[in-house]
């Protein structure tokens, strides 16, 4: 089982998951990441999903040919252009297709002066507009009632950053086959610049999830000995 997070935060969005694991060299590769980020002339689309690896990319790669066909100089791209062509592909790619491969998907977009949004698709419940706090893949784990706990709208990008780090953190410990962290944040798109968002690295992410276990240690002190 897999993690796939989507946070809206004051001024923008978080991605998180955890990673693929390389079957050959037991490593990460990039191939591997389940979030992706696909820039566009005007503004960006992102992703992040559980379960089928095979069926995510194919829909993925739908919707980015759709998307650049219709971005073009002559036509400015906006969210709602984004979320229609979203739906569309997914409803195309599974209308027909009983006993095709699950998907959970989340999708995020960014229009500079538009801001951004988040969609999501289970499989299930169809293709929506995200709500505030979702984790796709995890089912109804307590970790993740208890974490949703930890989530405000209100937070900094920079400190939804660390709820996410240490959500997919939490997961790796009690969820079979989740490994690894990759995190984008997506500040609402407010510029004209299209590629604004902070995809962390490795070595960011483990300084941050370092400070927080730290914390975490200092805290279970303070409520062991008073």
């Known amino acids: 089982m897999t993690i796939a997070l989507g946070m809206r935060i004051g001024d923008g969005l978080i991605f998180a998951a955890d990673r693929l694991l390389s079957t050959d060299r037991h490593q990460f590769i990039d191939r591997n990441r389940k979030v992706t980020v696909y820039p ?10 559980a379960d089928s690896p095979v069926a995510a990319k194919e829909v993925r790669q ?18 709602a252009d984004i979320g229609r062509m979203t739906e569309t592909v997914i409803n195309e790619v599974y209308a027909n297709r009983l006993g095709s491969m699950p998907l959970q998907l989340l999708i995020g977009g960014t229009v500079p002066g538009e801001g951004t949004q988040m ?36 937070d900094s990008l920079e400190i939804g950053k660390d709820v996410a780090i240490y959500l997919i953190h939490q997961a790796e410990q009690f969820i079979p086959g989740c490994k690894g962290i990759d995190v984008i944040a997506i500040p609402n798109a407010e510029k004209s610049e299209t590629e604004d968002w902070d995809w962390l690295g490795e070595d960011e ?6 400070r927080i276990i730290s914390r975490e240690k200092d805290l279970l002190r303070k409520i062991v000995t008073g």
């Open 40 to 49: 566009l002339n005007h503004g960006a689309i992102f992703f992040a999903f």
């Open 62 to 79: 739908k919707i980015e040919t759709r998307l650049v066909a219709l971005d073009t100089p002559d036509y400015s791209l906006s969210i």
């Open 119 to 154: 969609w999501v698709y289970d499989g299930e419940g169809g293709f929506n507009i995200g709500g505030e706090f979702i984790i796709l893949g995890a089912g109804e784990s307590s970790l993740i009632r208890y974490l949703e706990a930890a989530y405000s709208r209100r």
């Open 205 to 210: 992410i483990a300084a941050r999830l370092e």
